[in-house]
């Protein structure tokens, strides 16, 4: 049944209000990307976006936490030619997995697919995830590094390994078995997304390993090989805060909800500063003689 007939009936049984339906998303999938400052990579993959998808209808939007290169604005001159680019511009606020959870909120589609600006992720793989979706035959489609036909380009051997350590600490805490829960770039169903939604952390990059980690039932999960490409324009956000809250995510998904991990990191962190303090009173007992009172 077409989507304008199915509105009608429901109007006409009275399911939904009475209101004039004249314009609006009617796009089957939506494709979130998160950026911070990637505006000379917006126009190349809007087109290599609308090459891999003829015949599908598809919206993209851009979620970004306001760029200081004109990312933002850039994507809103070309959302004015095209009514399928949106911009989600979020001020003081910085996060790819939190980019993520609220560029899908801000879609209606049903399905829903997240995938970096810097075309490093190979977007002809879009037509193979929808199709597996739409057989019903996964949850989630997922563009993998580590599957047979899979790679990770021209990475450095330091990279690669801090990856690979990086996986198989993650698939620890995956319920189900998937070689690339790391991986940027996935698709999935708006019900299960949903399911799952109340539940995440919303932690630092890893939106795909929350997902999976964080879903009630185990997932059931397609994993399409890709080879990651170089970057072309731009610079990587990889630094030690995303590191840090790679760490985190795990330690929340660990503890599940016995313990908020603020709490435990609050509590580390203030046990490292108790054990420098005692450290440096005893070193300080050694050179100037024993101190008068401890604390
Ligand atoms: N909205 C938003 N997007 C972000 C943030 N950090 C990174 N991104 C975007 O998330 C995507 C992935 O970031 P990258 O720096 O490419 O990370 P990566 O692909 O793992 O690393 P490289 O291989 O070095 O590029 C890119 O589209 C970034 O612009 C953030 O804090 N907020
Ligand atoms: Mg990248």
């Not at 049984?13 to 505006?39: K, Y």
């Not at 990475?155 to 690669?160: G, I, L, N, Y």
Request: with cysteine; glycine share 8%.
């Amino acid at each position: 049944m077409a989507a304008g007939s199915s509105i009608a009936s429901s109007i006409a049984d009275q399911r939904v209000p009475r209101v004039a339906i004249t314009h609006g998303s009617t796009a089957e999938l939506t494709i979130v990307v998160p950026t911070l400052n990637e505006r000379e990579n917006i126009m190349p993959l809007l087109e290599k976006i609308e090459a891999a998808l003829p015949g599908v209808a598809w919206e993209v939007i851009f979620v970004d936490d306001d760029s200081t290169d004109g990312t933002a604005d850039t994507v809103r001159a070309l959302a004015r030619r095209d009514p399928r680019v949106r911009c989600l511009q979020r001020l003081a606020r910085r996060g790819l997995s939190t980019a993520c959870i609220e560029g899908v909120l801000a879609s209606s589609s049903i399905y829903i697919a997240v995938m970096d600006a810097d075309m490093q992720h190979d977007e002809r793989l879009l037509p193979q995830m929808l199709k597996a979706l739409k057989s019903g035959a996964c949850d989630v489609a997922v563009g993998s590094r580590y599957v047979p036909g899979g790679g990770v380009g021209d990475w450095e051997s330091s990279r690669a390994n801090i990856s690979g350590f990086a996986t198989r600490l993650s698939q620890a805490i995956c319920r189900v078995a998937i070689a690339d829960p790391m991986s940027g770039f996935f698709m999935v169903r708006r019900d299960v997304f949903e399911r799952s939604m109340r539940r995440l952390s919303g932690q630092g990059f890893k939106i795909l390993l929350d997902l999976v980690a964080s879903s009630p039932q185990p997932l059931r999960i397609k994993e399409l090989p890709y080879h990651f490409r170089a970057r072309q324009h731009g610079a990587s956000k990889l630094d030690t805060l995303v590191a840090w809250e790679f760490v985190i995510l795990l330690a929340d998904k660990l503890m599940g909800s016995r313990v908020p991990v603020s709490f435990v990191m609050a509590g580390l962190i203030s046990a490292l500063g108790l054990v420098l303090y005692v450290g440096a009173r005893w070193v300080g007992s050694y050179a100037y003689g024993p101190p008068r009172s401890f604390f």
